[in-house]
């Protein structure tokens, strides 16, 4: 009987030549092999991840075969990686970056035998902010695991034991920001599935909200506003989804008291931080400073939403709402609780000269 193996990355991938270099090389010296299945590539993929696998001296396992709908595809990958002999399976997508403070094989060792299935924290570089939000990227094979969803799928973990892998031990992370121009045809793919799902079942909150998330990459901005209206009224599914519908109705929104109104109804459905600071903005726009200074001081009273597993903004956090109530505690004249803001914002690293010059009128008051 062959001996098991720690640890594989788990890649579907079609004409990813160009960047999948990334991939594989903040894995291999993490993981004992590369399990692709290739969907059809035109270009030079597989040969890619393959003399890539062999220069790490990592097993590289193929599967090749016709991309159907994303649950479907990935769930034919995890039939055949389940027949390969690993302890675990890291599921990545291309582009995806591995980052890791210590050994991978060192840390899956230190793991409960009894949890089948781990919540990844993944970080989402957007240009000017980082996205945070946990997945299950770690499982152990042959336990039963399948994808819903014919885009923007999700693992059912049927009821089996999970938990939450240390963040500060590893971290899945992408540049979003790169991107060569495959995206708006992944995207027109993305809506022909998403549009005939929500024919098929019009009450489904997680198709409602990546077909207006889908419409939103298309600048199709009428029809992301009201399929996000749908999503934000539905009260079924993940919550969080929801929360976010909320933000993206008032970001696309050019009415003042639209824009009020439903960054109000996204802090009043999760009390997070990043309504708040939108708040901030419009008020002290308005000259309504008082209210600007209330609504940036309660989002700097509250703690980091760890609990959250989706899309939770951590520039906003480290940085957006310390600036927002430095700016705005000045102009009620609350200084010193303006000044120890603006401290707090240089700190984070962000905007530094603005922060830095917004320090000074505290300095020069003083």
Not at 173 to 188: M, P, V
Not at 282 to 311: G, I, V
Request: charged fraction near 30%; aromatic fraction near 12%.
């Amino acid at each position: 009987m062959t001996e098991n193996k720690l640890i594989a990355a788990v890649i579907m991938a079609k004409d990813e030549a160009r960047y999948i270099h990334v991939t594989i090389e903040s894995v291999k010296n993490e993981v004992d092999g590369i399990i692709l299945f290739d969907t059809g590539s035109k270009d030079n993929t597989v040969s890619v991840v393959r003399d890539l696998a062999q220069g790490a001296k990592l097993s590289f396992h193929l599967l090749e075969g016709d991309f159907e709908d994303f649950a479907k595809s990935r769930n034919r990958l995890l039939k055949f990686a389940d027949t390969l002999n690993y302890d675990f399976l890291l599921l990545l997508d291309c582009n995806d970056e591995l980052r890791v403070t210590q050994s991978l094989k060192t840390y899956l060792k230190s793991l409960d035998p009894g949890i089948d299935a781990f919540l990844v924290q993944q970080q989402w570089f957007i240009g000017s902010e980082t996205l945070q939000y946990f997945n299950n990227r770690l499982i152990r094979p042959n336990k039963g695991f399948l994808y819903e969803g014919v885009v923007h799928e999700y693992l059912n973990t049927n009821g089996r034991k999970t938990a939450t892998a240390d963040k500060d031990v590893m971290t899945i992370y992408q540049n979003r920001t790169i991107d060569d121009k495959k995206s708006c045809k992944r995207w027109e793919n993305d809506l022909i599935l998403l549009e005939k799902e929500l024919a098929r079942d019009v009450t489904n909150s997680r198709t409602q909200y990546y077909l207006a998330q889908t419409y939103d990459c298309l600048n199709m901005k009428p029809q992301a506003t009201d399929m996000y209206s749908i999503r934000a009224e539905n009260c079924l599914g993940f919550q969080e989804e929801r929360f976010i519908a909320m933000m993206k109705i008032a970001e696309l929104s050019s009415d003042y008291g639209d824009k009020i109104k439903w960054y109000f109804k996204a802090y009043l459905h999760d009390h997070r931080a990043e309504p708040l600071v939108e708040l901030s903005k419009l008020f002290r726009e308005k000259k309504e400073l008082n209210l600007s200074f209330n609504m940036a001081k309660t989002a700097c009273d509250l703690e980091y939403p760890t609990k959250r597993m989706f899309l939770v903004n951590k520039k906003c956090y480290d940085h957006d709402r310390w600036q927002e109530m430095s700016i705005s505690a000045y102009y009620v004249g609350k200084l010193e609780e303006g000044k120890a803001s603006c401290l707090k914002a240089i700190e984070s690293g962000f905007n530094r000269e603005l922060n830095e010059n917004n320090l000074k009128f505290y300095l020069e008051t003083a």
